[in-house]
């Protein structure tokens, strides 16, 4: 079957610093894979995604990573913010759609 | 509010009984999907339409559960003979083909089953 993974289910930053979220995939036959972030009582909200076939995408304050030769995603948040503090999902698509199971990032004023 | 909408937000039933949530996606939208979270997880996918059609079932989806979008606008996620394992948020979400990975959810039902 398919698996998504996360490295560490929580992280803690200072305000200001960088964050870096990182997960593991399994399945190599996605088109997409995705970045979502669930604040506490909704849904998730999409941050951005990177296409199967790039490397790097940025966005705003935001860059995902793809290392397809050992499956690997990250996140990278630029000058964490109070308001990023939430739960982090990576996705995958293929013939569903692949959530792991989260991290949780605290930032720190 | 122009997001996707879920109604109810909050359901409490018995074990036995059946339940039925509705999503409204964002109206140009045509793709439609179902997710059910439990706490501390990720939400994991049980099914999607592209307009009308239902393409994919997870394996999660028991006979238990059934889905429709009769018109390709709104849909329905109707759970029979519930269990108290139903005990989860279900999510709804909406997307725009060729959208890549982006979907806009609403903010789920929570359902508890006695």
């Known amino acids: 079957g398919e698996s998504v993974g996360l490295h560490l289910p929580t992280l803690s930053v200072q305000e200001g610093d960088n964050s870096i979220i990182n997960c593991a995939y399994s399945?190599?036959?996605?088109?997409?894979f995705i970045w979502y972030k669930q604040e506490s009582g909704k849904g998730p909200q999409f941050i951005i995604d990177i296409r199967s076939n790039m490397d790097k995408r940025q966005g705003q304050r935001v860059t995902v990573l793809l290392n397809k030769t050992v499956k690997h995603l990250s996140l990278q948040i630029a000058a964490t913010q109070p308001g990023d503090s939430a739960v982090y999902f990576c996705a995958f698509t293929g013939n569903q759609f692949y959530f792991g199971t989260g991290t949780s990032l605290t930032v720190i004023p | 509010d122009t997001g996707v909408s879920q109604n109810p937000r909050h359901k409490i039933t018995k074990r036995g009984q059946n339940v039925t949530f509705r999503c409204d996606p964002i109206?140009?939208?045509?793709?439609l999907y179902w997710y059910r979270q439990t706490l501390g997880q990720g939400p994991e996918f049980l099914t999607y339409f592209q307009n009308e059609a239902q393409l994919e079932k997870s394996r999660l989806l028991s006979d238990r559960f059934s889905a429709e979008r009769p018109k390709g606008s709104f849909s329905t996620l109707e759970i029979q003979r519930t269990e108290q394992g139903d005990s989860a948020m279900y999510l709804c979400?909406?997307?725009?083909?060729?959208?890549?990975?982006?979907?806009?959810f609403g903010p789920g039902t929570r359902l508890t089953v006695l």
């Open positions: 399945n190599s036959a996605s088109d997409y």
């Open positions: 109206s140009e939208h045509n793709r």
């Open positions: 979400a909406s997307s725009l083909t060729g959208q890549g990975g982006e979907q806009f």
